[in-house]
């Protein structure tokens, strides 16, 4: 009486069906070193066996050459692919061709977590690169949060196309490249390029609004030109149409508890003064 095939069953999404993978030999278990345990848990990739089974490549069934006789690249030419990494593979394929079905979809969606990314990063260094104990705020803590969320779908995203698709591996490193510069450039241009001293503003905004209230105008934007440690020279651009030069002075007060606490003072360059110290 002969031994029964030992196999794998291993449901498959784009098929909707339940499909038997026979195995072809088992390995030494890397991760756990064939000690079954993972972090004194059941580790997850031998599921607590110590070894892992190995099936069919699902792309080149075993044969080790896809159809146009190129070394296959899910299983890199060896013919077999262990069980984790099999249905790795089968997640990320059904990532594949929802895109294919509907690109605009996901398209949309890393569109908007990189957004979300920029203004996060914009947040976080406004208060950061003026006073780095402003990160323990709660404004810097959610954006902080919400952007590590949408930066980390991104790259969720790259890694199943990564290991799904059937392009090229030249185009998918073209295509990964492109995606992680657009993802380094939505934190470092709205973020330290251009968002450093975006607290500052605002606050120093607000401060000029309470002083030209009584006058029946208001501050509409202020920039930051240049800085000098805790000091920020500034323009003011005003509702009538007036642009003034302001000085901006931050102070940090240390205390020993962990409340934050500063004061910001805002002071008109009298430009008389500076003439005349000139002369």
Request: aromatic share 8%; charged share 20%; net charge positive.
């Amino acid at each position: 009486m002969q031994n029964q095939e030992e196999t794998v069953q291993i449901h498959i999404k784009s098929i909707d069906k339940t499909v038997d993978f026979p195995v072809r030999g088992t390995e030494f278990c890397k991760h756990c070193k064939g000690s079954g345990k993972k972090d004194k848990r059941p580790c997850p990739y031998c599921c607590g066996s110590g070894s892992v089974k190995m099936l069919d490549c699902i792309r080149c069934n075993g044969t080790k050459l896809i159809d146009n006789g190129l070394k296959c690249n899910v299983c890199d030419g060896n013919g077999t692919l262990s069980e984790v990494k099999t249905r790795e593979f089968l997640s990320a394929r059904q990532f594949c061709e929802n895109f294919k079905k509907n690109p605009a979809k996901t398209i949309l969606i890393c569109l908007a977590c990189l957004i979300v990314l920029a203004i996060c990063a914009h947040i976080i260094s406004g208060y950061a690169f003026i006073d780095f104990r402003l990160i323990k705020s709660w404004p810097a803590y959610i954006s902080l949060l919400v952007g590590l969320c949408a930066g980390f779908y991104v790259l969720v995203c790259l890694n199943k196309m990564n290991k799904g698709s059937y392009l090229p591996q030249s185009t998918k490193t073209l295509i990964s490249v492109a995606v992680i510069a657009l993802w380094i450039a939505a934190i470092a241009i709205p973020g330290p390029v251009t968002g450093r001293y975006c607290w500052i503003e605002s606050q120093a905004k607000d401060i000029i609004n309470e002083g030209v209230s009584s006058q029946g105008i208001s501050c509409n934007k202020v920039k930051v030109v240049s800085s000098d440690s805790d000091d920020y020279h500034a323009i003011a651009n005003l509702s009538n149409g007036e642009r003034i030069e302001v000085d901006i002075h931050y102070k940090k007060i240390h205390t020993h508890n962990r409340k934050i606490t500063y004061s910001i003072d805002v002071v008109p360059v009298d430009k008389n003064n500076n003439s005349s110290d000139g002369e």
